[in-house]
């Protein structure tokens, strides 16, 4: 049981009434993950694309990508995506070294604070 | 009593009869207290006498009756009613008829790994230092007392998203691999068996834990097995003052 | 319409029927004395009474100094109201350790008080402290002796149900006819022994403890075969259980004395009962006691109290647990207080407030006669378990079914393993007669009019609890026996079946369970019309009394000519020889 002194144990009658977090958090750290890299492949060809001239001259339509990588939401997703899939992975070290933790409060809070960095991030960009 | 008008689509299926699977609709009154196998019950009494649905204990104890409600695994027993229900089999498992799974691969899995204590040098006959009351810390038969009380239900390994796709037996085994791992009188290699289990596929998204409705953490167990991976320790010392 | 399946045929040493504790330990050894053994369950193989016991398990292991085998002989024998078998109870408390020896062994951890001594409490009607337990209860019982099935590789066959013993012409068991209810395939087994273990008959009355399955199958087929029932009148229900909701309604609280200091002190004060008045009616009945006293005392004192009227809407009185062992009870027992938990609410699982109790049938007492070694009076059959009867006589001590299974599930499987491997020439059965009784169940597949089967077993549920419950007389008595008579001769050959699917039928099992439910029932209405006293769990307002004089002896059931046949013997105590009473090796019916 995970309990503390006198904690009762969880009541779980009531599983089906609410989403299973713990999977959907798994499959947002999976989808941040892959955005990340998303991003990373589009940052790398959009400079590349940029700085080349060889490149820049022969694929054109990929010019777009080094201003792409600038726009107010792409980056609100990537520092979304970078605040979540790094706090997750923490997370999961912590639990992996013996922190015991109700896997909810955590899920929580890391979402609260990736959506946090993406309304910041919106901001920050949103003013320029 | 609160009373409601509760509406249940079920799963059918009959894989003899030939005929496609199909959900079937139901109307019915029931109380704020009732459980998902009341409605089961009272549907089999009054409505549709040709439904199959397991049960046995009805007091969360036996863990026969698992289904999937409104896309999450639980013992049917214990999940409450609510106005809309879909219920379908426990998934990733075949089904006998309606929501009547078959568990011989998953009693299999049980049986393959041996989760009798295996005495010191590999015999596997009744270890003969647990007579006449061997060493074990209350703290210590307290723990591994509570991992005994797994049900066998199988809604983690259900729930567990890396279970669908890798090569992991669930969260389930894993846990009972641990609670022998624990045990003073086993000397078995339980960390190998869980490896071999696929231990190193597990996400460690902690969905086992949430779903379980013996309130165990197969995902704590899990996680003391790849400590004990990385870094060589157990929870707790050996009877004999072992540490391994 | 899929075409019927034709019988198969299957070989095997030893037929084990039922996957509860007594059954497991009876396949473990039988299969260790070189027996093979197949293991069948109705349902799955976890879905046991077993499983839902709360693991309790008296023991005199010398920690408690000032307890004795001879005293827990006394104490069993005393709650017994000195008719139980006595040879049958020295065996008990005797071999009670080594068989909680043999569960540490396989994996069960019981509770320490420290790191080299169990924890030790008391139970209702102990007169010292001598329970164990584990805190994964019967759930982690069942676990480790399946593990030990599993290492021992038994073949186990799951959704098997036994539909009836088959017997040569000198009424020998030597095989069994049942079906593979996820196939809807008969099977009839060739063996050498058969050990039935399936449990009780709880499901006999409309408020009960057990699981779903445990119909009395095994005692309801024995006794067709012409197989002897001993105390069969004794049904106990246990004081307090769950009022509501309809899953949980039934299910055992265990006793109030766990609610209280009485678990701990043999003087303590146990949990307390109040009825809609206010009053603790328990003092009127047992002032000495009081509510840690036996489960027959109590359990009636409950039911009269509802019967006239002083009880809640929902049927039941109140508990009130002492706040003040709410910490050690959720250290020892938190499968329980969940259940409290999620049934009642938090304060009630705090032991904070008072909630709602009630009796219920939890344990067939009485059950198939046996002897020291497990045989019954059919050579080639054996028992033991809930399904057996004789060792607790009028009323069982609480804790001392889990010490029970283990002790005569053991030797069960060791007779039924000489008997398998002493007779290796004997003739296969005769399976005309399993191919018979097969057709005929086979043909209730294709009616399609008549009461279904939930309808009637709800009509035998709740005559059962007015009639042959806590609380009867001779007028009721009759009355039953009479209505179950045309229940089995008008409705039973009529009930309707909605659909012709062979597998995992639900009805087609209900409508061959319901045959067991009756003749059970009738046996249980005999007996207790018969006994006119009121002794341990039953109680009879037309003799409020016990009557030693008469009375302190053993009823014995069987069948004669389709009806029960009742019969008085004195009770089989420590001074009768093994030779003349005791032994049924070999004995015919008599």
Same mark, same amino acid.
């Given at each position: 049981?995970?309990?503390?002194?006198?904690?009762?144990?969880?009541?779980?009658t009531?599983?089906?009434?609410?989403?299973?977090?713990?999977?959907?958090?798994?499959?947002?750290?999976?989808?941040?993950?892959?955005?990340?890299?998303?991003?990373?492949?589009?940052?790398?060809?959009?400079?590349?694309?940029?700085?080349?001239?060889?490149?820049?001259?022969?694929?054109?339509?990929?010019?777009?990508?080094?201003?792409?990588?600038?726009?107010?939401?792409?980056?609100?997703?990537?520092?979304?995506?970078?605040?979540?899939?790094?706090?997750?992975?923490?997370?999961?070290?912590?639990l992996?070294?013996?922190?015991?933790?109700?896997?909810?409060?955590?899920?929580?809070?890391?979402?609260?604070m990736?959506?946090?960095?993406?309304?910041?991030?919106?901001?920050?960009?949103?003013?320029? | 009593?609160?009373?409601?008008?509760?509406?249940?689509?079920i799963?059918?299926?009959?894989?003899?009869?030939?005929?496609?699977?199909?959900?079937?609709?139901?109307?019915?009154?029931?109380?704020?207290?009732?459980?998902?196998?009341? *409605?089961?019950?009272?549907?089999?009494?009054?409505?549709?006498?040709?439904?199959?649905?397991?049960?046995?204990?009805?007091?969360?104890?036996?863990?026969?009756?698992? *289904?999937?409600?409104?896309?999450?695994?639980?013992?049917?027993?214990?999940?409450?009613?609510?106005?809309?229900?879909k219920?379908?089999?426990?998934?990733?498992?075949?089904?006998?008829?309606?929501?009547?799974?078959?568990?011989?691969?998953?009693?299999?899995?049980?049986?393959?790994?041996?989760?009798?204590?295996?005495?010191?040098?590999?015999?596997?006959?009744?270890?003969?230092?647990?007579?006449?009351?061997?060493?074990?810390?209350?703290?210590?038969?307290?723990?591994?007392?509570?991992?005994?009380?797994?049900?066998?239900?199988?809604?983690? *390994?259900?729930?567990?998203?890396?279970v669908?796709?890798?090569?992991?037996?669930?969260?389930?085994?894993?846990?009972?691999?641990?609670?022998?791992?624990?045990?003073?009188?086993?000397?078995?290699?339980?960390?190998?068996?869980?490896?071999?289990?696929?231990l190193?596929?597990?996400?460690?998204?902690?969905?086992?834990?949430?779903?379980?409705?013996?309130?165990?953490?197969?995902a704590?167990a899990i996680?003391?097995?790849?400590?004990?991976?990385?870094?060589?320790?157990?929870?707790?010392?050996?009877?004999?003052?072992?540490?391994? | 319409?899929?075409?019927?399946?034709?019988?198969?045929?299957?070989?095997?040493?030893?037929?084990?029927?039922?996957?509860?504790?007594?059954?497991?330990?009876?396949?473990?050894?039988?299969?260790?004395?070189?027996?093979?053994?197949?293991?069948?369950?109705?349902?799955?193989?976890?879905?046991?009474?077993?499983r839902?016991?709360?693991?309790?398990?008296?023991?005199? #292991?010398?920690?408690?100094?000032?307890?004795?085998? &001879?005293i827990?002989?006394?104490?069993?024998?005393?709650?017994?109201?000195?008719?139980?078998?006595?040879?049958?109870?020295?065996?008990?408390? &005797?071999?009670?350790?080594?068989?909680?020896?043999?569960?540490?062994?396989?994996?069960?951890?019981w509770?320490?008080?420290?790191?080299?001594?169990?924890?030790?409490?008391?139970?209702g !009607?102990?007169?010292?402290?001598?329970?164990?337990? #584990?805190?994964?209860?019967?759930?982690?019982?069942?676990?480790?002796?399946?593990?030990?099935?599993?290492?021992?590789?038994?073949?186990?066959?799951?959704?098997?149900?036994?539909?009836?013993?088959?017997?040569?012409?000198?009424?020998?068991?030597?095989?069994?006819?049942?079906?593979?209810?996820?196939?809807?395939?008969?099977?009839?087994?060739?063996?050498?022994?058969?050990?039935?273990?399936?449990?009780?008959?709880?499901?006999?009355?409309?408020?009960?403890?057990?699981?779903?399955?445990?119909?009395?199958?095994?005692?309801?087929?024995?006794?067709?075969?012409?197989?002897?029932?001993? &105390?069969?009148?004794f049904m106990?229900?246990?004081?307090?259980?769950?009022?509501? =909701?309809?899953?949980?309604?039934?299910?055992?609280?265990?006793?109030?004395?766990?609610?209280?200091?009485?678990?701990?002190?043999?003087? !303590?004060? =146990?949990?307390?009962?109040f009825?809609s008045?206010?009053?603790?009616?328990?003092?009127?009945?047992d #002032?000495?006691?009081?509510?840690?006293?036996?489960?027959?005392i109590?359990?009636?004192?409950?039911?009269?109290?509802?019967?006239?009227?002083?009880?809640?809407?929902?049927?039941?009185?109140?508990?009130? =647990?002492?706040?003040?062992?709410?910490?050690?009870?959720?250290?020892?027992?938190?499968?329980?207080?969940?259940?409290?938990?999620?049934?009642y609410?938090?304060q009630?699982?705090?032991?904070?407030?008072?909630f709602?109790?009630?009796?219920?049938?939890?344990y067939?007492?009485?059950?198939?006669?046996?002897?020291?070694?497990?045989?019954t009076?059919? @050579?080639?059959?054996?028992?033991?378990?809930?399904?057996?009867?004789?060792?607790h006589?009028?009323?069982?001590l609480?804790?001392?079914?889990m010490?029970?299974?283990?002790?005569?599930?053991?030797?069960?499987g060791m007779?039924?393993?000489?008997?398998?491997?002493?007779?290796?020439?004997?003739?296969? =059965? &005769?399976?005309?007669?399993?191919?018979?009784?097969?057709? /005929?169940l086979?043909?209730?597949?294709?009616?399609?009019?008549?009461?279904? @089967?939930?309808?009637?077993?709800?009509?035998?549920?709740?005559?059962?609890?007015?009639?042959?419950?806590?609380?009867?007389?001779?007028?009721?008595?009759?009355?039953?026996?009479?209505?179950?008579?045309?229940?089995?001769?008008?409705?039973?050959p009529?009930?309707s079946?909605?659909?012709?699917?062979r597998?995992?039928?639900?009805?087609?099992?209900?409508?061959?369970?319901?045959?067991?439910?009756?003749?059970?029932?009738?046996?249980?209405a005999?007996?207790?019309?018969?006994?006119?006293?009121?002794?341990?769990?039953?109680?009879?307002q037309?003799?409020?009394?016990?009557?030693?004089?008469?009375?302190?002896?053993?009823?014995?059931v069987?069948?004669?000519?389709?009806? @029960? /046949?009742? /019969?008085?013997?004195?009770?089989?105590?420590?001074?009768?020889?093994?030779?003349?009473?005791?032994?049924? /090796?070999?004995?015919?019916?008599?």
């Amino acid at each position: 049981m995970r309990e503390g002194k006198l904690s009762l144990p969880r009541v779980t009658t009531r599983q089906a009434e609410t989403p299973l977090y713990e999977a959907l958090a798994c499959r947002a750290n999976r989808l941040s993950g892959i955005l990340i890299f998303a991003y990373l492949a589009f940052h790398l060809i959009g400079q590349a694309v940029l700085y080349v001239p060889q490149l820049g001259g022969r694929l054109p339509q990929l010019l777009f990508l080094s201003e792409f990588q600038y726009l107010p939401w792409v980056r609100a997703i990537l520092f979304a995506s970078i605040m979540f899939h790094c706090f997750y992975g923490l997370n999961l070290m912590a639990l992996d070294l013996g922190v015991r933790l109700k896997s909810r409060i955590p899920i929580l809070t890391i979402s609260v604070m990736a959506i946090l960095s993406a309304i910041w991030e919106l901001f920050r960009y949103g003013h320029n | 009593m609160d009373e409601f008008q509760a509406r249940a689509t079920i799963f059918r299926f009959d894989p003899t009869s030939g005929q496609p699977s199909r959900y079937e609709q139901f109307e019915l009154p029931v109380t704020k207290n009732m459980r998902v196998l009341d *409605v089961l019950r009272s549907i089999y009494e009054t409505q549709a006498g040709d439904l199959a649905f397991q049960y046995a204990c009805r007091v969360g104890r036996c863990g026969t009756c698992a *289904v999937i409600v409104n896309g999450r695994p639980v013992l049917a027993c214990q999940e409450r009613v609510k106005p809309k229900m879909k219920i379908e089999p426990l998934s990733p498992f075949p089904v006998l008829r309606d929501l009547i799974i078959d568990y011989s691969e998953a009693e299999k899995r049980y049986s393959d790994l041996n989760l009798a204590p295996i005495a010191a040098g590999g015999s596997t006959a009744p270890a003969q230092d647990a007579r006449g009351r061997a060493t074990f810390a209350p703290d210590h038969a307290r723990e591994v007392g509570l991992m005994g009380s797994c049900l066998a239900c199988m809604v983690c *390994v259900s729930a567990c998203p890396a279970v669908k796709e890798r090569a992991f037996d669930g969260p389930a085994y894993m846990l009972q691999l641990r609670r022998l791992s624990e045990h003073p009188a086993d000397h078995g290699a339980r960390l190998e068996q869980a490896l071999d289990g696929g231990l190193l596929e597990c996400f460690s998204c902690g969905a086992c834990a949430e779903v379980c409705p013996a309130d165990l953490s197969p995902a704590d167990a899990i996680r003391d097995f790849r400590r004990e991976m990385l870094l060589g320790q157990k929870r707790h010392k050996h009877s004999n003052g072992e540490d391994s | 319409m899929p075409v019927p399946n034709e019988p198969r045929v299957e070989r095997t040493d030893v037929l084990v029927i039922g996957t509860g504790g007594a059954g497991l330990r009876a396949a473990i050894e039988a299969h260790d004395r070189g027996a093979q053994v197949t293991l069948v369950a109705k349902g799955l193989a976890r879905a046991t009474h077993t499983r839902m016991s709360g693991g309790r398990y008296n023991v005199v #292991s010398g920690i408690v100094a000032d307890d004795h085998t &001879d005293i827990f002989f006394q104490d069993t024998v005393a709650a017994g109201a000195r008719i139980n078998n006595q040879l049958l109870v020295r065996i008990l408390v &005797d071999e009670a350790l080594e068989r909680a020896y043999d569960l540490e062994a396989y994996g069960l951890a019981w509770e320490r008080k420290t790191a080299t001594d169990y924890l030790v409490v008391a139970s209702g !009607g102990g007169t010292r402290l001598r329970t164990i337990g #584990s805190f994964d209860e019967g759930i982690g019982v069942s676990e480790v002796m399946l593990h030990q099935v599993f290492r021992r590789q038994v073949r186990l066959r799951e959704h098997h149900m036994l539909v009836d013993l088959i017997g040569d012409d000198q009424n020998r068991i030597v095989g069994a006819l049942v079906l593979d209810l996820a196939h809807g395939q008969w099977i009839i087994y060739d063996c050498g022994a058969v050990v039935i273990a399936t449990g009780g008959a709880s499901q006999l009355y409309a408020t009960n403890s057990g699981p779903v399955f445990n119909t009395g199958d095994g005692i309801a087929v024995a006794y067709r075969a012409g197989a002897e029932l001993v &105390d069969i009148e004794f049904m106990q229900f246990i004081p307090i259980a769950f009022a509501y =909701p309809p899953t949980a309604k039934g299910y055992t609280l265990t006793e109030p004395q766990h609610y209280g200091m009485r678990h701990y002190e043999v003087h !303590g004060e =146990p949990g307390k009962l109040f009825n809609s008045l206010g009053e603790r009616f328990i003092l009127k009945h047992d #002032s000495v006691q009081r509510e840690g006293g036996t489960r027959d005392i109590l359990a009636r004192a409950i039911m009269l109290e509802i019967l006239e009227g002083r009880g809640s809407a929902e049927g039941g009185v109140w508990l009130e =647990p002492d706040p003040k062992v709410f910490e050690s009870f959720l250290r020892e027992r938190p499968i329980y207080v969940k259940r409290i938990l999620e049934n009642y609410g938090e304060q009630e699982a705090r032991f904070l407030s008072r909630f709602q109790v009630m009796p219920s049938a939890l344990y067939t007492t009485g059950g198939i006669r046996i002897d020291s070694t497990g045989h019954t009076t059919l @050579p080639g059959l054996f028992a033991a378990g809930e399904a057996a009867g004789g060792v607790h006589g009028a009323n069982r001590l609480g804790g001392s079914s889990m010490p029970d299974i283990q002790v005569f599930g053991r030797r069960a499987g060791m007779a039924a393993a000489q008997e398998a491997l002493d007779c290796v020439d004997r003739p296969a =059965p &005769d399976i005309r007669l399993g191919l018979e009784r097969a057709a /005929k169940l086979d043909s209730a597949l294709h009616r399609s009019e008549g009461l279904r @089967p939930p309808a009637l077993k709800r009509k035998i549920q709740d005559l059962m609890w007015q009639n042959v419950g806590l609380v009867r007389n001779g007028q009721g008595l009759a009355d039953a026996l009479r209505t179950f008579a045309e229940f089995r001769e008008q409705i039973l050959p009529h009930l309707s079946i909605s659909s012709q699917t062979r597998v995992m039928n639900r009805e087609w099992m209900e409508a061959i369970e319901l045959e067991n439910l009756l003749a059970l029932g009738e046996c249980m209405a005999s007996a207790a019309l018969t006994r006119t006293e009121t002794r341990g769990s039953h109680y009879r307002q037309d003799f409020p009394e016990g009557n030693d004089g008469d009375w302190v002896a053993n009823l014995y059931v069987c069948r004669d000519d389709g009806r @029960p /046949k009742v /019969k008085k013997r004195p009770v089989v105590s420590l001074t009768q020889s093994h030779q003349s009473h005791e032994s049924l /090796k070999g004995a015919r019916n008599g």
